[in-house]
């Protein structure tokens, strides 16, 4: 999980890279868990201890110089008052400096230090050394993609948290809530998940006609199929956090296994039912040539008018990889295409 380069080119960490691509790995997130026994985070006291799925990390004291891997790490950190002192450059939705606009946002709003904006193109690649020159006391890694080898070697650095299931599977509940562990404000983190949740769960007030709507998430064709987001995919847990369903065709045609994405044959097409399609593109080309190809047309969302596409790098990111800083930014755009796309759907 895990932002736009082909889909033959997307990396195992193309959250922020690639398109159709985005987040083609295992495992779901979203789920709340309490904080561990005896880890002192309830209260924000330290020493803490913080299970993921690599291992478990204890942090004897607060941190005070953070290193985040991938956007949405920042992204929490930043939410949670801690400004980094280095931040992934980001590819894909990033400006010229690699920065994504809330984030540069946030950091200018905390007067602070701007951080060192750290890593190249390559998404595949950590930059250990760059980490290891920001002397940090915490790697904050719990949406990333890393490898046991990677983890150890950042180990070696400092005390890393990584993902508490699966790669780039983590919810931007428990994204928050790890985060609010790690760097002693679990009362704060808890207050941003809730104040998000009720900024999500106003969609439907906000637009009455996204009420009992299904939808099924597309990041348009892969390979001349139509790629499918499953239920366990960090975006399309945001839809459904918005009062939406996810459309039973996804999981009833789905795969066996844990992968969050699969791909349906163009002859097939038609028979992917929901209300809405919602599709990410990183320009309005990109969008136009999805709406070109032969047989889109056939399906059905598309037929009755509910389409609705994400369009501009920028939303993409913060849409696919959602957290209590990017949600907010998004919203706004976000929300209104949703409710054009069932507006037409009922006409």
Do not use: K
Not at 187 to 205: D, F, P, Y
Not at 303 to 313: E, Y
């Amino acid at each position: 999980m895990p932002v736009v380069v082909p889909q033959s080119t997307v990396t195992r960490r193309g959250v922020l890279a690639g398109a159709a691509g985005l987040f083609l790995l295992t495992a779901c997130g979203g789920t709340d868990r309490p904080a561990a026994p005896g880890s002192g985070a309830a209260t924000g006291g330290f020493p803490v201890t913080i299970p993921h799925a690599l291992g478990e990390t204890v942090l004897p004291e607060r941190p005070q110089r953070v290193v985040t891997l991938s956007a949405a790490n920042a992204d929490v950190a930043l939410a949670l008052g801690v400004v980094p002192v280095a931040i992934p450059r980001t590819v894909y939705g990033g400006d010229a400096e690699g920065v994504l606009p809330w984030v540069r946002d946030a950091v200018e709003a905390s007067g602070g230090e701007f951080p060192q904006v750290i890593g190249t193109d390559d998404l595949a690649a950590i930059p250990l050394e760059q980490v290891a020159a920001a002397r940090p006391d915490l790697i904050l890694a719990t949406y990333s993609g890393l490898t046991r080898p990677e983890y150890d070697q950042l180990s070696a650095i400092a005390p890393t948290v990584a993902y508490p299931d699966a790669p780039y599977s983590t919810g931007w509940q428990d994204q928050t809530r790890i985060a609010g562990d790690a760097l002693g404000e679990p009362e704060r983190a808890a207050r941003l998940i809730e104040e998000t949740r009720a900024l999500l769960g106003g969609a439907v007030e906000r637009f009455p006609q996204l009420a009992g709507r299904t939808f099924v998430y597309s990041g348009g064709m892969d390979a001349g199929s139509l790629g499918v987001f499953r239920a366990g995919d960090v975006r399309v847990q945001l839809v459904t956090d918005m009062g939406l369903t996810l459309a039973p065709y996804v999981e009833e045609n789905a795969p066996g296994g844990d992968e969050v994405y699969y791909t349906v044959s163009p002859e097939l097409v038609s028979g992917v039912e929901s209300d809405l399609l919602i599709a990410f593109f990183a320009t309005p080309e990109e969008e136009q040539a999805f709406r070109a190809t032969p047989g889109v047309d056939l399906i059905p969302a598309m037929a009755a008018g509910g389409f609705a596409p994400v369009v501009g790098a920028d939303r993409v990111v913060a849409s696919s990889a959602p957290s209590v800083l990017s949600i907010p930014w998004v919203l706004d755009s976000y929300l209104p295409i949703l409710g054009e796309a069932a507006a037409r759907a009922t006409t």
